[in-house]
């Protein structure tokens, strides 16, 4: 299983749900790849914003080594599942798609923890904060792990 999370640009909660799947990933023994990037290409080559590197740190997680990449349209040939963070970065990514099977691995990481309800995880800096978006990514990556590590 590959895994791609995105938000806009690719330095706060998308490095961070890297980082929480990876972690529990590594913790389950899955054989799974997971990797993020943003819709916007501004923070290209950036290492994620310190307070997603300290939230994560704090909880046992560390991101530091990660560098912002900008989504394209081949990740739909490398990654089985496409995860966005809000309903604008995952209409950004639909719109990329060249068919139904490009579409069909779209999804909105919340889904995973409140099905059905396309909730979006709040950019940290405006909302909620970097701890409380932390615990929310949690939640969905947990639901993740359940719904798919199923399936396999």
């Known amino acids: ?18 980082g929480i799947l990876k972690h529990k990933i590594h913790v389950l023994g899955l ?3 997971v990797d993020s990037a943003g819709t916007g290409s501004w923070h290209v080559g950036e290492a994620p914003d310190p307070r997603s590197i300290s939230t994560s740190s704090e909880n046992g997680i560390d991101i530091s080594d990660q560098r912002a990449r900008q ?17 604008s970065n995952y ?3 639909v719109q990329l798609a060249r068919e139904d099977s490009d579409r069909q691995k779209v999804n909105l990481l919340l889904n995973y923890s409140h099905p059905g309800q396309n909730r979006a995880v709040p950019d940290p ?24 590590a199923s399936d396999e």
């Open 1 to 18: 299983m590959k895994i791609l999370m995105v938000c806009l640009g690719n330095i706060c909660r998308s490095p961070m749900a890297e």
């Open 31 to 33: 054989n799974w790849q």
């Open 71 to 87: 989504f394209k349209q081949r990740d739909f040939d490398a990654f089985d599942l496409i995860l966005a963070m809000d309903s």
């Open 91 to 93: 209409n950004n990514i």
């Open 125 to 148: 800096y405006f909302e909620g904060g970097f701890q409380a978006v932390f615990e929310m990514i949690e939640a969905a990556v947990d639901g993740l792990i359940r719904d798919t």
